[in-house]
């Protein structure tokens, strides 16, 4: 899914399967929703496939706006992974679906 503002890119959003693997607003597109937009439509495409009843993200300390979108929508870390400095250390997020 790609998010258009004025003809431009502003945000973009891809999946596969029910791994979240990169998702993202850029600075033009934030504060308005968008990645909740976003989210919403990820969750409603992993429900509509009914085989699925987990959904997992990974983001990093230095994200902390994905951070609160997560806790914001349900989503529970479950693991830390530590790599470089504090910031770059990545946290493991589920949600159960369906």
Do not use: H
């Not at 999946?15 to 308005?32: D, Q, T």
């Not at 479950?78 to 470089?84: L, V, W």
Request: charged share 20%; with cysteine.
């Amino acid at each position: 899914m790609i998010c258009r503002i004025k003809n431009k890119s502003a945000a973009a959003d891809f999946f596969y399967v029910f791994y979240s693997w990169l998702g993202g607003v850029l600075a033009c597109g934030r504060g308005l929703g968008i990645a909740q937009k976003l989210l919403e439509a990820q969750e409603a495409w992993v429900v509509a496939q009914s085989q699925y009843t987990v959904i997992n993200v990974k983001s990093r300390n230095c994200f902390p706006a994905m951070l609160r979108l997560l806790f914001r929508n349900g989503y529970a870390i479950e693991n830390m992974e530590k790599k470089g400095q504090l910031c770059d250390y990545r946290l493991c997020f589920t949600k159960k679906v369906n």
